[in-house]
């Protein structure tokens, strides 16, 4: 730890003077005195004037302006909603949407979901009286289905637009489309402080308005040399932090829950061993599967001669903004979905920020007053090893899902559309090419009745396929059961560090040996079977609130079933039909066993390996059908079931040759699941 002290260059507290608590800190401001805090609040009537001006607006400002919570209010008040339309605004991110449109209706007065709501995938929290809406971009992405010309809105906001996700980048394509024969639709564009020409060009040089920000210096340090455990190095930093710096809250930018939870429980454990001589230290998490009344205490002003300590994902790089943060502590990664398009594989893993992201994230400090910005990396690194911007979506991550959702909007020519940067021609062929083995196109690449009732479900076409080849096989419920608990992205095993061994006993109650989908029915039917109670999770170790959401998830997807007219209907006592409609869905994910515990994947021969946490972890199955792709130290697949070669034949004939799926060894491995009776 003293060696971290010196790497970090850690400057005495005498050095500089930071503020020990700002004056915004100091007296509770009203909402109106706030509101009118705002940089972006002497602009008010400039920028409704020049909304009324401009049929498209680029809004450049820095982060915490108001632009997310105030311009829909400015808009509002002028009258854009007086003729019965909507102000729409999207967000690339869940918890953004649904925090600030908490916050907007707090300001305003009124109760969430009446005025002001918002809507993400499988919640949809508006009413007919809903002005000022909040959604994810992939919600609006998907409203286009049912309202193409987007007829009950009067503005369009597209919000943080430098994030470039897949669904922000093709929303850019729609609303231009839109925009040309809606004449009365304003269409605002609005990005952090980054190049917005991109954006003017591409809207035919729409103009750019920007809003100045209030921005404190921020002291940047660097460390002398790499970091090797960066979570523990995030530890020790808040720590010294607390104890030589000035009062002011510190921001932490972490990959994602495991590792927030892990360095909370870190944290704790030393700073209870500090006892009483220091500073009370609060430590918040902030991810995306936060409960949001966990949410809401992030934004409680901190006690007095307290200080608060957020560790929170990518979502507080720009999305939302926290007051009087001064201190920013940044490891350098961050969690990216990223796509082979030459193995057709999909693997989340951790990778270094870019230069622009780095940049944000310091910004983060300076908000309030001046500001430090501590970066766990080397000022080499960060001149030599970083890239200046991260690579849009769209050019990274498989496009089934983006693809399906245009075909079903009707736009067959995929290569001509308006994309702001294009994505990889392969990845295009690829994707359509996926599309046409899961039955959603025909070889004319148009909709098939198939596809169309898959663009129907609100998630990726491998789950689509698998949840409506249920119907076939008779297990509806069972599906929709397993589709919700994989759609929970937030773990459903709990593990306490102090419980591992109690925790992981009551994990492997529910194993089944047909593998993880199946155990994790196990947990939801028992869970449901003991009333979805909450005292049976806290003695299963398992999260509550996940299976709350899953439950809310499975309701969703049992009225979308009964909207493409799918009668639930439950399967059988034995498991291999409910392995089948899997596969027919994720017959691209299948690996054969190799040797020494290792997997081969089918079509690619890469390399991957069974997750430690999974039922099968020990049998190792000759065949087995994965979930999803994790890359830690190497490629693991998570959610893993065994399958027959023989059903990859049955559910996808035109993928798969028999050829291929000959066993290299006659050797029979001793038949050990299909038979099996579910514990439920
Ligand atoms: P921008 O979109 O320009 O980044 P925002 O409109 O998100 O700015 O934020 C403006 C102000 O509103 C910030 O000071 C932020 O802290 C505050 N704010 C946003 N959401 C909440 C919330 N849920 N609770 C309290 N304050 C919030
Ligand atoms: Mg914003």
């Known amino acids: 730890?003293?060696?971290?002290?010196?790497?970090?260059?850690?400057?005495?507290?005498?050095?500089?003077?930071?503020?020990?608590?700002?004056?915004?800190?100091?007296?509770?401001?009203?909402?109106?005195?706030?509101?009118?805090?705002?940089?972006?609040?002497?602009?008010?009537?400039?920028?409704?004037?020049?909304?009324?001006?401009?049929?498209?607006?680029?809004?450049?400002?820095?982060?915490?302006?108001?632009?997310?919570?105030?311009?829909?209010?400015?808009?509002?008040?002028?009258?854009?909603?007086?003729?019965?339309?909507?102000?729409?605004?999207?967000?690339?991110?869940?918890?953004?949407?649904?925090?600030?449109?908490?916050?907007?209706?707090?300001?305003?007065?009124?109760?969430?979901?009446?005025?002001?709501?918002?809507?993400?995938?499988?919640?949809?929290?508006?009413?007919?009286r809903t002005v000022i809406k909040y959604m994810t971009d992939g919600t609006l992405h998907r409203e286009f289905l049912s309202e193409p010309d987007l007829q009950s809105y009067s503005v369009m906001i597209i919000d943080e637009a430098h994030e470039r996700t897949l669904h922000t980048d093709i929303l850019f394509g729609l609303v231009k489309d839109i925009a040309r024969f809606r004449p009365d639709l304003k269409l605002l564009i609005s990005s952090a402080t980054l190049d917005v020409t991109k954006f003017s060009e591409f809207f035919d040089?729409?103009?750019?308005?920007?809003?100045?920000?209030?921005?404190?210096?921020?002291?940047?340090?660097?460390t002398k040399a790499p970091e090797a455990d960066y979570v523990d190095a995030c530890v020790v930093s808040i720590l010294q932090i607390h104890v030589t710096q000035p009062l002011g809250d510190i921001l932490v930018f972490l990959t994602g829950q495991d590792e927030i939870e892990t360095c909370h429980e870190l944290l704790q454990d030393r700073v209870r061993r500090l006892g009483s001589k220091v500073k009370e230290l609060i430590i918040l998490p902030l991810y995306a599967n936060l409960p949001s009344d966990m949410q809401a205490k992030i934004f409680e002003p901190t006690p007095p001669g307290a200080r608060k300590v957020i560790l929170a994902t990518n979502i507080a790089e720009t999305s939302l903004t926290i007051d009087n943060i001064i201190y920013v502590i940044d490891p350098g990664f961050a969690k990216q979905n990223h796509f082979n398009s030459r193995t057709g594989m999909e693997s989340l893993m951790v990778v270094p920020i870019s230069k622009a992201s780095a940049n944000q994230r310091a910004g983060r400090a300076g908000r309030v007053a001046a500001g430090k910005c501590f970066r766990l990396y080397t000022a080499w690194s960060y001149k030599h090893e970083l890239e200046e911007c991260t690579v849009p979506e769209i050019q990274r991550i498989n496009l089934g899902n983006a693809v399906l959702m245009l075909k079903a909007l009707g736009i067959n020519d995929l290569v001509h559309f308006d994309f702001l940067d294009p994505p990889p021609h392969?990845?295009?062929?690829?994707?359509?090419?996926?599309?046409?083995?899961?039955?959603?196109?025909?070889?004319?690449?148009?909709?098939?009745?198939?596809?169309?009732?898959?663009?129907?479900?609100?998630?990726?076409?491998?789950?689509?396929?698998m949840v409506l080849a249920s119907e076939k096989y008779k297990c509806s419920e069972e599906i929709v059961t397993i589709g919700a608990m994989l759609s929970v992205n937030g773990a459903i095993f709990y593990r306490p560090k102090d419980k591992i061994i109690h925790a992981d006993t009551a994990r492997k109650n529910f194993y089944h040996m047909a593998g993880d989908h199946l155990s994790l029915l196990n947990v939801y039917n028992q869970w449901r079977d003991s009333?979805?109670?909450?005292?049976?999770?806290?003695?299963?170790?398992?999260?509550h609130r996940s299976m709350k959401r899953a439950r809310d998830v499975r309701e969703q997807l049992v009225n979308l079933m009964q909207r493409v007219e799918i009668e639930m209907v439950s399967g059988i006592d034995e498991t291999d039909n409910i392995r089948k409609a899997i596969t027919s869905g994720y017959f691209y994910h299948i690996a054969r066993f190799s040797k020494g515990g290792s997997y081969k994947t089918v079509k690619h021969n890469q390399s991957v390996t069974i997750h430690p946490n999974s039922a099968l972890f020990e049998t190792l199955p000759r065949?087995?059908?994965?979930?999803?792709?994790?890359?830690?130290?190497?490629?693991?697949?998570?959610?893993?079931?065994e399958i027959e070669s023989k059903w990859l034949l049955e559910v996808a004939p035109h993928y798969y040759k028999a050829k291929e799926l000959e066993d290299s060894t006659n050797k029979k491995m001793p038949k050990t699941v299909g038979r099996s009776k579910m514990t439920d």
Request: glycine share 6%.
């Open 623 to 641: 065949w087995v059908l994965y979930h999803e792709l994790v890359f830690t130290t190497k490629e693991f697949m998570r959610q893993v079931i």
């Open 426 to 465: 392969e990845t295009l062929v690829l994707a359509l090419e996926q599309l046409y083995a899961l039955g959603a196109l025909n070889h004319h690449g148009e909709l098939t009745k198939l596809g169309r009732r898959m663009a129907e479900l609100p998630v990726d076409p491998m789950m689509a396929k």
């Open 531 to 543: 009333d979805y109670s909450l005292q049976w999770c806290y003695e299963n170790f398992i999260q």
């Open 205 to 222: 040089d729409a103009p750019v308005y920007q809003i100045p920000g209030r921005r404190f210096p921020v002291d940047i340090y660097y």
């Open 1 to 128: 730890q003293i060696d971290f002290i010196q790497a970090l260059q850690m400057p005495g507290s005498s050095e500089k003077k930071v503020p020990e608590i700002s004056d915004v800190q100091k007296k509770k401001l009203t909402i109106e005195e706030t509101k009118k805090s705002l940089p972006i609040y002497p602009f008010k009537d400039d920028l409704i004037a020049a909304v009324k001006e401009y049929q498209v607006l680029i809004i450049k400002g820095e982060t915490g302006s108001g632009k997310t919570t105030q311009i829909p209010q400015y808009l509002h008040e002028a009258g854009f909603t007086a003729d019965g339309k909507k102000i729409g605004c999207t967000q690339p991110r869940r918890v953004a949407a649904m925090s600030v449109a908490a916050r907007v209706a707090q300001e305003m007065d009124v109760k969430l979901g009446n005025e002001v709501g918002y809507a993400i995938r499988f919640e949809d929290c508006t009413s007919e």
